[in-house]
């Protein structure tokens, strides 16, 4: 597969990417004493509570926090500094968001049936081990699905707790509520087209079928991964008009890109750094813009590999190789890195006319880097 492409002009010394992603100690010690404080209320309990939040720090202390990171600097890209009083608020919201995105990893793996998450198993199956390794009655994998989903539901009901936490002018949280509060219902429906595509995409075809994909995408990822966190820490700073619609523009192009290169890792990634096992995204049968773009330009018998294999909870590696030769020979691979070249360039040419404040410009393109360059 052709290597990811630079986001920008230059590449980035690691001084310089460190200071962009510097975000991330301070989340760290936000959520850990965030989590403090919920295993004190789940302590009142007893300790059979325990496993519920031990399955949310484990989750947890993985992933990336580039979430906070695009709000962050959104914050910063629209106050130009950020004063003493205002460090921690920004931080605090911020780090709600890693809370939102752990509950909806959570259901998600419950949805896809998925083994694995961050190279470790996922939750529902972590719960259900405990089940059987104790021998309790009943279904283990039934048990192990209700605790994923209380786990989900902790972490959703969480999020909001530490976002009204945040240490920030009463006005600025009510506007930034807002997008906050779209941000996780546009998620949600966001999964909800996925399953609907997944369920519908047979009898749909592929005529339209890349646009119906790209749509997922951008509600499902784009929205919550990248533009409303940048717009909530902008909403925050109390950014005007024009700079939100600049900072939409860049991160709805910079979000799509950052989904897709996921698409990518899912099916030609390196299991030891994605942390998931090879081609997990083809036994779950995901209608990604890549098999959309694949299914396209497919020949009859290129069609029936995928209508064979796509999907197959079974699929060996005879039968994932088949499918990438599939996604190459059909120009689907090359097709999603044109994409991500494409929308790269719209995020970084918004990003160089936007008027932000400094140092945001700089840290939002070594985010551009870290979004899209990824190997896991």
């Keep these: 597969m052709p290597p ?3 986001a920008s002009p230059t590449v980035p010394d690691p001084a310089r990417r460190a200071a962009a992603l510097g975000v991330r100690e301070h989340v760290e010690r936000v959520l850990t004493g965030f989590l403090d404080d919920q295993r004190h209320v789940l302590g009142e309990l007893g300790e059979d509570c325990e496993p519920l939040l031990e399955a ?3 989750l947890l202390a993985g992933g990336k926090r580039l979430r906070p990171a695009f709000c962050y600097w959104g914050f910063r890209g629209a106050d130009g500094g950020v004063p003493d009083a205002a460090e921690e608020g920004i931080v605090t919201a911020a780090a709600a968001l890693e809370l939102f995105q752990a509950a909806a990893l959570l259901h998600d793996d419950v949805m896809d049936d998925s083994d694995t998450r961050r190279g470790k ?3 529902h199956r972590w719960f259900a081990g405990l089940h059987a390794d104790a021998g309790w009655s009943g279904s283990a994998e039934r048990f192990g699905l209700s605790g994923a989903v209380l786990a989900g539901d902790l972490c959703l009901a969480w999020s909001d707790e530490l976002y009204q936490r945040a240490p920030l ?5 009510r506007r930034g509520r807002r997008v906050f509060e779209t941000m996780r219902t546009q998620l949600m429906g966001g999964q909800y087209l996925d399953m609907l595509e997944q369920a519908s995409s047979a009898r749909l075809g592929p005529a339209g079928a890349v646009d119906r994909a790209r749509r997922v995408v951008r509600f499902k990822s784009a929205k ?5 966190p940048l717009l909530l820490g902008a909403t925050l700073a109390g950014a005007p008009q024009p700079l939100l619609a600049d900072l939409s523009r860049f991160g709805l192009a910079l979000g799509e890109a950052f989904q897709l290169r996921d698409d990518v890792l899912g099916v030609f990634g390196d299991p030891g750094e994605t942390g998931k096992p090879a081609g997990d995204d083809l036994r779950e049968g ?3 813009v890549l098999v959309a773009l694949a299914v396209q330009a497919a020949s009859p018998e290129q069609a029936a590999v995928v209508a064979q294999h796509l999907g197959d909870p079974a699929l060996d590696e005879d039968g994932v190789a088949a499918l990438r030769r599939v996604l190459v020979d059909t120009g689907a691979l090359d097709g999603v890195e044109r994409i991500i070249d494409e929308q790269v360039d719209v995020a970084c040419s918004t990003l160089d006319a936007a008027p932000l404040a ?3 410009r700089a840290a939002l393109h070594e985010l551009v880097v870290a979004a899209t360059s990824r190997r896991s």
């Design 121 to 123: 198993p996922a939750a």
């Design 358 to 360: 400094e140092p945001a």
């Design 4 to 6: 990811p492409p630079t």
């Design 56 to 58: 949310v720090s484990t």
């Design 169 to 173: 002018e009463d006005d600025a949280l």
């Design 224 to 228: 919550y991964s990248v533009e409303h």
């Design 286 to 288: 995901k209608r990604t």
